[in-house]
């Protein structure tokens, strides 16, 4: 897709978020375009609870501004911009994406920063990543303990990252903890695109296991989610579905007056 193809003020809106109109391809040569002008960024992948979390917070509604784009990484997103002449073609999941990314950092010479999560799942992530694209230059791999993810420690990892130069930076301290993180500190990092992958290394470290292909097709991969992590998603679901129910009532009642 050329970028001047749909012009940004076109993008859908939903649920309160700006959304790239994108394919998987189309976000990969966009986060190409970013690491070849080697100027700090970062993007955002937004599902059903992370545009609740913007719902209730100015401050994550004043990231989202910040991002590069934000991608439909959740059915519902996509299901609700088929309410609107502006319609998104599909969802682009993180859990995706970050394989992807890596193919083509290993093709075009790419260096990758591994950031956030337990060490086990961090050295086992990368380890698949190796085995998988054994070209592919894993510049850092760093799983922070608390004090170093608070403003005091951000110095400490801003040099480390720095010394590092990675081109792509994944990141995964879970939302909205690791965009907030990202936004602190991107700027500071040269030239580096950012974004917060949620369980996308848990994946590849086998922790999780994916929904099967036809439920991933389907947009029912979160009930597979549920019945595996149930005492963990089930809550965090729940309550999403309830905001989901709510604004979709709003918007009904708003179009009726």
Known sequence: ????????????????????????????EHIE????????AFFITANLHYAKLSHADDRIRKINGEAEFLLADGMPLVWLSRLSRRRLPGRV??????????????????????FGALPEILEKAAA???????NLQIV????????????????????????????LLFVALGQPKGERWISRIYQRL??????????SLDFLAGKVQRAPKWMQR????????????????GPRYFNDL?????QAVSTVFRRRR
């Open 128 to 134: 698949t990543l190796q085995e998988r694209h054994p």
């Open 93 to 114: 999941t993180g859990a995706d994406l970050v394989p992807r990314l890596c193919q083509v950092a290993e093709q075009r010479g790419y260096r990758v920063a591994l």
């Open 190 to 199: 040269g030239p580096t695109v950012s974004v917060q992958i949620g369980a």
């Open 1 to 28: 897709m050329n970028e001047s193809t749909i012009h940004r003020t076109d993008w859908p809106h939903v649920l309160g978020l700006e959304l790239a109109p994108y394919t998987q391809g189309d976000a990969v």
């Open 140 to 167: 850092d791999a760093y799983s922070p303990d608390a004090d170093e993810l608070a403003e005091e420690g951000d110095d400490r990892i801003v040099a480390r990252l720095r010394l590092a130069q990675p081109d």
């Open 218 to 233: 389907t947009g029912l991969e979160w009930t597979y989610r549920i019945w595996t992590e149930p005492s963990r998603l």
């Open 242 to 246: 309830l905001f989901l129910s709510r």
């Open 33 to 40: 375009r970013l690491i070849e002008q080697r100027q700090p």
